[in-house]
């Protein structure tokens, strides 16, 4: 839960007019790929690909049903693989 309120910049649980639920609104934000709208506007501006695959490991860290969350290793691994910087290609001489 904890990253998709870094990621989004609100509260797990949101009490107002209508009660949000961060992991239901993030959902149905990505069912419409609206990916950036999920992102907090305070933050700086990220491209889609780097913002959706973060969204979707926080979602998968708070499945409803415990053996379908990955372990906190498991977590670790994913978020290395996501700060490897992606080699540019290099020109021809």
Known sequence: MLILEI????????YGED????????RVLLEQDNVLEC????MDT?????????LKL???CTSQIP???PSIAQVIQIL???????????EAY
Not at 7 to 14: F, I, K, S, W
Not at 19 to 26: P, Q
Not at 39 to 42: E, G, H
Not at 46 to 54: A, G, K, R
């Open 7 to 14: 990621v989004t910049g609100r509260r797990p649980v949101e």
């Open 19 to 26: 009660v949000l639920i961060l992991n239901d609104h993030v």
């Open 39 to 42: 992102v907090d506007p305070s």
């Open 46 to 54: 990220y491209p889609e690909e780097e913002v959706l695959p973060v």
């Open 58 to 60: 926080a979602l998968v």
């Open 67 to 69: 053996s379908s969350r």
């Open 80 to 90: 290395q693989v996501f700060k490897t910087p992606v080699p540019q290609r290099m």
